[in-house]
């Protein structure tokens, strides 16, 4: 609720200009403020084997295990909304093991669009049932398709994802400066609600400088 506030208070300004129009959204993967722990045994069996205990995780218990590349996060998953001008709208948290095909229908049943809006989004959330949610939801489906298994994309297909990725730069920048700037790249607080709300709290900070850069943009001209 803070968060729509101050972007009613920007638009009141006329310093967030919305036009409806595009939506992009993405999620970017925070670690937990609780490093895990693992426990070992400091003598071996009668046999001479070592056995190893059950691992013992923080009390982070709402975190989880996601593995990227070669590097495994132990932590959750931030997904923002933001339009055209680059000012967050919507911040969903999850487990980071929570798949964003699934977790993508949460997202727009919870958001507000106008008719029409087109949302993007990278192909972690391409599958037939979202494409449908967004037309019958009466939204514009912008979700990069992603190859099937031994097929290459077709011309069209490819040539659309390169438009979409343009298009999505905005919110990678965001992430980027969250994290940079912000530090979001750790929680500094254990479980998703209050994940959740450091989450809101740097989008918050975030809008708010991005309206002192379009405010001076309008000062000068």
Same mark, same amino acid.
């Given at each position: ?10 638009? =009141? ?19 937990? /403020? ?18 190893? =205990?059950? /691992?013992?995780? @923080? ?10 590349? =070669? ?8 997904? &923002? ?7 967050? =709208? ?50 514009? @489906?912008?979700? &990069? ?19 979409? @990725?343009?298009?999505?730069?905005v919110v990678e920048r965001i992430f980027g400066t969250i994290k940079r700037v912000y530090g979001f790249h750790r929680a500094r607080y254990i479980g998703i609600s209050k994940v959740q709300g450091e989450a809101s709290i740097k989008a918050i900070a975030y809008n708010l400088k991005r309206a002192l ?6 000062? /000068?001209?």
């Amino acid at each position: 609720p803070l968060l729509e506030m101050i972007n009613l208070a920007l638009e =009141e300004a006329r310093l967030k200009v919305e036009k409806g129009e595009h939506k992009i959204a993405d999620a970017t993967l925070v670690e937990s /403020a609780r490093r895990p722990r693992k426990t070992y045994p400091a003598k071996a069996d009668e046999e001479g084997v070592l056995q190893v =205990e059950e /691992a013992t995780y @923080s009390d982070d218990k709402e975190a989880s295990w996601l593995k990227k590349g =070669e590097k495994a996060i132990y932590g959750y998953a931030s997904t &923002m909304v933001c339009d055209e001008s680059g000012m967050v =709208e919507q911040v969903m948290t999850k487990p980071a093991n929570e798949s964003e095909m699934s977790n993508f229908k949460e997202l727009i049943e919870t958001g507000k669009f106008d008719e029409g809006t087109r949302v993007y989004y990278d192909k972690g959330a391409d599958s037939k049932k979202n494409h449908q949610l967004l037309k019958d939801k009466k939204l514009k @489906s912008g979700i &990069m398709h992603k190859a099937k298994r031994g097929k290459r994309l077709g011309v069209y297909d490819r040539l659309r994802n390169k438009i979409i @990725s343009k298009r999505r730069q905005v919110v990678e920048r965001i992430f980027g400066t969250i994290k940079r700037v912000y530090g979001f790249h750790r929680a500094r607080y254990i479980g998703i609600s209050k994940v959740q709300g450091e989450a809101s709290i740097k989008a918050i900070a975030y809008n708010l400088k991005r309206a002192l850069s379009i405010q001076k943009t309008q000062l /000068a001209g």
